[in-house]
């Protein structure tokens, strides 16, 4: 069956075909309500279908919200996704949603691509490590993306344009920090991520902030990224260090075991959950005790991490919350309300944490 044209409901109604043009594809410019409802019924009466560009051209946006998210299987962004796409769902709006792979390249063409699409709104997950030319063109499609109707919204870092939301990642590893050392822990390794997020940033000078208020400092940074991708390297050198400890500190004189102790095991900051998750798997398939000879700390709070044995020592976030906000922000700029507890700093909204004891560390009640 051919698909209806509009002029052919134009011609029902009686009226010009931009006048069914402006009725129909949703235009600022709307006729008198006794045309409208004419042309309404026409088009109900035929059958007829709105075209998704001509309505776009018309509002000079499609009415779609843009997600760019650099991997859909890592649980952090997949639950910000959800929240997101929910919301969104909520009030009748579709989110194309473009996965980067962290790619700078990747998310260059994300946005270029959504600039055309003509979105009302983009929200940007993740951070980049731009060149010179890459951020100069990053800024210029934010411009064109401003320019042409579309709200900004950024989760963990400022891009300079648009609204921010950040987890309160300092405090939580500060929380992280103290934990452990009343726990007993004495020797710490901690996550270096080679990307520089911000918030991993933000987390690991936390987490030192948190050992020297109890006289102690950091012993080891292991290189590698926070992306969920990393895990199994990054676990390979924790196992390492664990293991190397293990052995110095139960070997007595003459080879004799003593009793081991916290202040005698290494404590890992993994910066995220799913870090740490890598890391507690090859733990235990090392035959490495978690938490007597190693101590793990996650950060952020995704389900795996409850439901894992032990389960982790992590700051839970709210990060369907923090997804759902997001799109809020997209859809009711400027009135948009905060939920509960959350702060503003600057015009960045702050996403507080929740501490939560696990059995991937020692407690000071042990």
């Known amino acids: 069956m051919a698909r209806v044209r509009l002029v052919e409901v134009a011609t029902a109604a009686g009226v010009s075909l931009a006048t069914a043009s402006r009725v129909l594809n949703g235009s600022a410019r709307r006729p008198g309500r006794e045309v409208t409802q004419k042309v309404q019924a026409a088009a109900r009466e035929l059958g007829y279908l709105p075209n998704a560009s001509a309505q776009a051209l018309a509002r000079s946006t499609s009415g779609l919200l843009g997600l760019v998210i650099p991997d859909l299987e890592d649980p952090y962004y997949a639950a910000i996704a959800s929240g997101f796409q929910r919301t969104a769902s909520a009030q009748r709006r579709l989110v194309l949603v473009i996965q980067t792979g962290g790619q700078?390249?990747?998310t260059?063409?994300?946005?270029?691509?959504?600039?055309?699409?003509?979105?009302a709104g983009v929200l940007v997950l993740g951070s980049l490590n731009l060149g010179v030319s890459e951020q100069s063109e990053f800024r210029g499609l934010l411009a064109e993306l401003v320019e042409g109707g579309a709200g900004i919204v950024s989760i963990g870092r400022d891009l300079g344009v648009g609204g921010v939301i950040r987890p309160d990642d300092r405090a939580g590893a500060v929380a992280l920090a103290?934990?452990?050392v009343a726990g007993g822990y004495r020797y710490f390794a901690v996550l270096e991520d080679t990307s520089r997020a911000p918030s991993a940033v933000a987390r690991a000078e936390g987490f030192a902030a948190g050992l020297q208020a109890a006289g102690l400092d950091i012993d080891h940074r292991v290189r590698g990224s926070v992306a969920a991708s990393s895990g199994r390297e990054v676990a390979a050198a924790v196992v390492r260090l664990a293991r190397a400890r293990s052995r110095g500190v139960t070997a007595g004189p003459g080879g004799d075991e003593s009793r081991r102790s916290a202040e005698g095991s290494l404590g890992f900051f993994?910066?995220?959950?799913?870090?740490?998750?890598?890391v507690?798997?090859?733990?235990?398939?090392?035959?490495?005790?978690?938490?007597?000879?190693?101590?793990?700390l996650g950060f952020?709070?995704?389900?795996?991490?409850?439901?894992?044995?032990?389960?982790?020592?992590?700051?839970?976030l709210p990060l369907r919350?923090?997804?759902?906000?997001?799109?809020?922000?997209?859809?009711e700029p400027g009135s948009a309300e905060r939920p509960a507890g959350w702060t503003c700093q600057g015009g960045t909204v702050i996403a507080p944490g929740r501490f939560r004891a696990g059995g991937s560390t020692l407690r000071a009640s042990r």
Do not use: F, N, Y
């Open 104 to 106: 700078p390249s990747s």
């Open 280 to 296: 507690l798997g090859r733990a235990q398939q090392a035959g490495i005790r978690v938490p007597e000879e190693l101590g793990i």
């Open 300 to 316: 952020d709070g995704i389900a795996a991490g409850r439901d894992c044995w032990p389960g982790l020592t992590t700051v839970d």
């Open 321 to 331: 919350e923090m997804g759902r906000h997001a799109a809020r922000m997209l859809l």
């Open 108 to 119: 260059l063409a994300a946005l270029g691509s959504l600039r055309v699409h003509q979105v």
């Open 270 to 278: 993994a910066i995220t959950d799913a870090i740490a998750l890598a």
């Open 178 to 180: 103290q934990a452990a």
